[in-house]
C-alpha cells in the first residue's frame, strides 16, 4: 500500500470513535435489549442512562420503584443483560433515583 494510505475500515473505525457514534450504537443496544427482555414494569419505571468501566447507570422515577428494583430485581436484570451481550460489557448495575 502506498504511503499514508489506510484501510477505509481503519478510518471509518477511528472517525466513528472520535465522534462517539460508537457509544452511542452501544446504548442503542443497551436501550433496545432492555426494553425487549426486561419486565414492562420495570422499563416503564427505570432507564439505562449510561455505561462507563462495565458498570450500568440506570435512573428509576421514584424511591417505591427503586427499592423494588434493587432488592428483587437487581441480579434478574443483570443476568439477562449479561445473557444478551455476554459477561464483560456489563458487570455491574448501579440504581440512581432521577
Known amino acids: 500500500m502506498a504511503s499514508g494510505v489506510r484501510p477505509l475500515d481503519k478510518v471509518l ?3 466513528t470513535k472520535e465522534l462517539g457514534l460508537d457509544r452511542q450504537q452501544t446504548h ?8 425487549g427482555v426486561l419486565d ?3 422499563v416503564a419505571h427505570a432507564r439505562p442512562t449510561g455505561l462507563r468501566q462495565g458498570t450500568l447507570f440506570v435512573t428509576v422515577d421514584n ?3 427503586m427499592a423494588e428494583i434493587v432488592r ?3 441480579r434478574e436484570i443483570l443476568e439477562r443483560l449479561q445473557h444478551s451481550f455476554g ?3 456489563i458487570r455491574r448495575v448501579s440504581f440512581q433515583v432521577g
Open 40 to 42: 414492562p414494569n420495570v
Open 87 to 89: 459477561p464483560d460489557l
Open 13 to 15: 473505525a477511528g472517525v
Open 72 to 74: 428483587y430485581r437487581r
Open 28 to 35: 442503542l443496544e443497551i436501550l433496545k435489549v432492555w426494553n
Open 63 to 65: 424511591h417505591v420503584w
